[in-house]
């Protein structure tokens, strides 16, 4: 496989389960993110990783939990989620993290339903 | 706060037309990056365009480009020559010292 791929495409969980997503990469990046995407709204900026240390936190709540085991994987442990939390999840890659002109390649999401 | 903003939720176009998608952003600082991405309705998002500020020149990519004013911090997209395949959501993204910023986007719709 090329590029960046994630899975499951589709999750629907209860607010008491624990699922995780994962995230590959094949294009031999440093960093890799989690974003969330919510309708009508600017895609936030959830994780970054880069070579594997979080450098980036942005104040999600700790009902989501990243691992990044190596600079090619990256998941996303989820538990205790609300229905708020809904919404597709989308994973990227770039060279290097906090680079400008660095373009993200990303996956195609996960489309999370909570009930 | 750096922000950016897209004025037009959706918009269409006829086959073979040309299209601006808009989009302003608020910055202080004087060197970064802005992208254009496109997400069609299988999700995955795609780098169509990029341009770096410290250069005037616009970027071009074969029927996409960009018209880039600094001062007015504005940075719009223009599709020529419309395609079935270009309708997607298109978002407008800065880019500054360590995160990308993303606006809302635009639906495109291509009509035959």
Redesign the interface.
């Known amino acids: 496989e090329t590029g960046v791929t994630q899975t499951p495409r589709h999750l629907v969980m209860g607010m008491t389960n624990k699922k995780s997503l994962k995230c590959e990469q094949h294009l031999g990046h440093n960093a890799m993110y989690w974003y969330k995407q919510s309708a009508k709204k600017p895609l936030e900026l959830m994780f970054v990783y880069s070579l594997e240390e979080r450098v980036e936190n942005n104040s999600v709540p700790s009902r989501f939990s990243p691992e990044c085991p190596n600079s090619s994987h990256l998941f996303l442990h989820l538990h205790t989620l609300q229905p708020e939390d809904s919404a597709l999840y989308l994973c990227a890659s770039s060279q290097e993290a906090g680079v400008g002109y660095n373009e993200q390649f990303f996956g195609p999401g996960t489309r999370l339903t909570v009930l | 706060a750096q922000t950016?903003t897209q004025s037009q939720?959706e918009m269409s176009v006829q086959e073979a037309e040309t299209v601006t998608l808009s989009c302003t952003y608020d910055t202080s600082e004087n060197?970064?990056?802005l992208?254009w991405?496109k997400q069609p309705p299988?999700?995955?998002?795609?780098?169509v365009i990029?341009q770096?500020a410290y250069k005037q020149q616009n970027a071009t990519e074969n029927r996409f480009s960009v018209n880039f004013q600094k001062a007015a911090k504005s940075f719009s997209l223009k599709i020529s020559d419309s395609q079935l395949g270009d309708t997607a959501m298109y978002?407008c993204a800065y880019?500054?010292?360590?995160?990308?910023?993303?606006?809302?986007?635009t639906r495109l719709q291509v009509f035959p």
Do not use: A, C, W
């Open positions: 950016v939720p060197n970064y990056y992208f991405y299988s999700r995955q998002m795609i780098l990029r770096e978002f880019h500054n010292t360590d995160k990308l910023i993303f606006g809302t986007g």
